[in-house]
């Protein structure tokens, strides 16, 4: 059975930085695309940042040069570090696995089918 255990929400302030973790089981980790997924209240959730199994990332324009994907295969982890954070990045962020990169997907990156509980980020202004 497949987990995902997300870690290191909290509260910062505006132009502070927070790293997120989540932590899966399962022998196949290294071999399988991870991705962060965030959501506020009433909105839909939103695609933030995938890595391939090959180390290959992709960001939303949102947090493109601030957040950066990475991950450790050999603690089946992966990270996102996010800096210079703004209010509007105040959500719940969601580890999800199995999905990648598409064409046909609205963000360029297709969900997988597996996610965590989420963490909550709250952004002071």
């Known amino acids: 059975q497949v987990q995902l255990v997300e870690s290191g929400g909290g509260l910062v302030q505006a132009g502070g930085s927070l790293r997120l973790s989540c932590a899966a089981s399962?022998?196949?980790?290294?071999?399988?695309?991870m991705a962060w997924y965030r959501q506020t209240p009433g909105n839909q959730r939103e695609w933030v940042a995938g890595i391939t199994s090959g180390g290959s990332t992709k960001y939303s324009d949102s947090v493109k040069g601030r957040f950066t994907i990475s991950r450790d295969n050999a603690k089946n982890t992966v990270y996102l570090q996010m800096n210079s954070l703004k209010p509007e990045d105040t959500a719940v962020y969601y580890c999800?696995?199995?999905?990648?990169?598409?064409?046909?997907?609205?963000?360029?990156?297709?969900?997988?089918?597996?996610w965590g509980k989420g963490t909550l980020v709250t952004v002071s202004s």
């Open positions: 999800n696995r199995g999905g990648g990169p598409s064409r046909l997907a609205p963000d360029g990156w297709a969900r997988g089918d597996y």
């Open positions: 399962g022998s196949i980790f290294s071999i399988t695309a």
